[in-house]
T-cell receptor
C-alpha cells in the first residue's frame, strides 16, 4: 500500500534560519505529491504540489522537488519567519490522500 | 476562490444528542470528503462523495451518517456519539477524484462529546 514518512519533530528554529523537512514515500503507481500546512486552530492549507517526477512545487518561499529515484519530496525554505510556525504534512494522492505524521515547526524571534 | 466553509466552528453534544455538521463549496468541485483529525495526528479519511454519490466509506461506524444534497453541499449527521469521537472534523473538496487533483480543506468543526 501507499505510505508517507516524514522526519520526526518538533523542529525549533530561529528567524531567518534554513528549514528542511524530509519526506519519503512508498507508492505502487505514479502519485501526485503535496505539502499541506496547518496553523494552530485551523484547517489544512495546500502549500504546494507536484504531479510528476522532477516537478518543482513552490509557494510563499517554500520549495519541494518530486524525486522519483529517491522517492522523496523534501520541503525547504531559505529564511523562515515566526509566522511559519505550524504543522507541516507531506501527502501523496493515488486516488486517496495518504498523509505523513506531520512535523511541528516552531520559529523563534 | 478556493474556499470551503464549515459550520458550526465548535459543537458540544451529549451522547444521546443528534446534530449535523455542514460543509459548502462554490468552486464547482465534484468530489467532497469528510476527515476526522485527532490532536497531533494527520487527518483520517472517513467518506468520499463523487458526483453526489458515496464512493468510499472507510468502515466508519453507523453513528456517522453522511449526506450530499447537491454538488455544493455535504452534511455529516451525528447520533449517539461516544467521547472518543471528540475531534476536529474537516471537510475537503477537489475538482474530481484521482491522482492529480488537489484537495482544499475547510477550517473544520471542533466537536466535543460529553
Amino acid at each position: 500500500g501507499n505510505s508517507v514518512t516524514q522526519m520526526e519533530g518538533p523542529v525549533t528554529l530561529s528567524e531567518e534560519a534554513f528549514l528542511t523537512i524530509n519526506c519519503t514515500y512508498t507508492a505502487t503507481g505514479y502519485p501526485s505529491l503535496f505539502w499541506y500546512v496547518q496553523y494552530p486552530g485551523e484547517g489544512l492549507q495546500l502549500l504546494l504540489k507536484a504531479t510528476k517526477a522532477d516537478d518543482k512545487g513552490s509557494n510563499k518561499g517554500f520549495e519541494a522537488t518530486y524525486r522519483k529515484e529517491t522517492t522523496s519530496f523534501h520541503l525547504e525554505k531559505g529564511s523562515v519567519q515566526v509566522s511559519d510556525s505550524a504543522v507541516y504534512f507531506c501527502a501523496l494522492n493515488d486516488y486517496k490522500l495518504s498523509f505523513g505524521a506531520g512535523t511541528t515547526v516552531t520559529v523563534r524571534a | 476562490d478556493t474556499e470551503v466553509t464549515q459550520t458550526p466552528k465548535h459543537l458540544v453534544m451529549g451522547m444521546t444528542n443528534k446534530k449535523s455538521l455542514k460543509c459548502e463549496q462554490h468552486m464547482g468541485h465534484r468530489a467532497m470528503y469528510w476527515y476526522k483529525q485527532k490532536a497531533k495526528k494527520p487527518p483520517e479519511l472517513m467518506f468520499v462523495y463523487s458526483y453526489e454519490k458515496l464512493s468510499i466509506n472507510e468502515s466508519v461506524p453507523s453513528r456517522f451518517s453522511p449526506e450530499c444534497p447537491n454538488s455544493s453541499l455535504l452534511n455529516l449527521h451525528l447520533h449517539a456519539l461516544q467521547p472518543e469521537d471528540s475531534a476536529l472534523y474537516l471537510c475537503a473538496s477537489s475538482q474530481d477524484v484521482g491522482v492529480g487533483y488537489e484537495q482544499y480543506f475547510g477550517p473544520g468543526t471542533r466537536l466535543t462529546v460529553t
